[in-house]
């Protein structure tokens, strides 16, 4: 029997840094025509699983609203902009009755936005899941992991472009989490499969055989061809497939922060066969001043972003949905 003649098919997490990619391998996979990712990051399910427990409890009437309060204030169904009505209605209590985080967020994912889609395949693009994947493995055992990686430079980089984020603190993060994720899919055994975002944009019909094949569902050529644009911030902006959106941090940052970057990424930057620029290097840690330092002023550029992108008003309101799901956490 064929993956996609199976009913209880397990859901795609494309996962991995921002600003790796996440987005567009999203998009390509959503041309797919049994395939649905939302255009939203969910974000909300680690929280509401540290906030509830593995094996929740909603049985009473107190339990459900507190739940449904949770996801009306989460910043995915801001982005969506879903009718109250079309979520928070009995067929979502009877999923909740379930007690079964699985049925709760395919629901939410997947059943209540898919009345006019009839998709068969349901994920979600939540990068900062690459952090998750041990909760997220446990509540789909049989879950297929999307890892997008993009050189740290590169991606430092954008970061810093886009929202103004450190590059030192986004390249620690870059070699902490990647390192973290590789681990644990190694140890885990889970279903896991990584892509090179320099492999996707220069090779992008070869890399998405491979990743349809690691899905088992058919690649089409059609999955390559975009009715609107994928990207709508940075380099990448209005673009699709843009293949010369690599090596740019050549021209764009020092030597020194150049070589600060790669003495903070060394060795998972190696071993993912990221050629540093620097000879004579060696690995290096953050202290925890400047940690402390470059996370303060990261928090406050981000919310400066959102504000600046949404108004005041509806600035303040998302950032507010993101801090109700552990915004520290989420930066």
């Not at 061809?225 to 293949?243: H, Q, R, T, W």
């Not at 003495?263 to 290097?281: A, G, H, W």
């Amino acid at each position: 029997m064929s993956r996609l003649d199976n009913k209880k098919l397990a859901p795609i997490f494309i996962i991995g840094m921002p600003r790796s990619g996440t987005k567009l391998i999203r998009e390509i996979l959503n041309n797919h025509k049994h395939i649905y990712i939302p255009r939203a990051e969910s974000i909300f399910l680690p929280f509401l699983v540290h906030k509830y427990g593995l094996k929740p409890n909603f049985n009473s009437l107190y339990q459900i609203n507190r739940i449904t309060k949770d996801i009306l204030r989460s910043s995915f169904f801001y982005h969506m902009k879903i009718p109250k009505s079309k979520i928070i209605n009995k067929e979502l209590v009877d999923v909740l009755k379930s007690n079964r985080w699985d049925l709760i967020f395919k629901y939410l994912i997947l059943d209540s936005l898919n009345k006019n889609i009839n998709k068969k395949i349901f994920g979600d693009k939540t990068p900062s899941y690459i952090n998750h994947i041990d909760i997220l493995s446990k509540i789909y055992p049989s879950a297929n992991f999307l890892h997008i990686i993009r050189d740290p430079r590169d991606q430092s980089l954008s970061i810093k472009k886009v929202w103004g984020k450190n590059l030192y603190r986004n390249a620690f993060k870059w070699r902490s989490d990647i390192f973290r994720c590789r681990n644990f899919a190694k140890e885990n055994n889970i279903n896991y499969f990584e892509v090179r975002y320099e492999d996707l944009i220069t090779n992008s019909k070869k890399t998405m055989i491979d990743v349809c094949k690691y899905l088992s569902c058919d690649f089409s050529e059609s999955m390559l061809i975009f009715n609107k644009p994928v990207e709508n911030l940075g380099d990448a902006k209005d673009l699709y497939i843009n293949s010369n959106n690599m090596n740019k941090f050549k021209d764009k940052l020092s030597f020194s922060q150049i070589k600060k970057i790669e003495e903070l990424t060394l060795d998972v930057m190696c071993q993912l066969k990221y050629i540093p620029v620097n000879s004579n290097i060696s690995l290096r840690k953050l202290s925890l001043t400047e940690t402390y330092i470059y996370k303060i002023l990261d928090y406050f550029n981000i919310v400066k972003f959102h504000i600046m992108e949404k108004g005041i008003f509806k600035g303040l309101r998302y950032v507010y949905s993101l801090n109700h799901q552990n915004f520290k956490k989420y930066i």
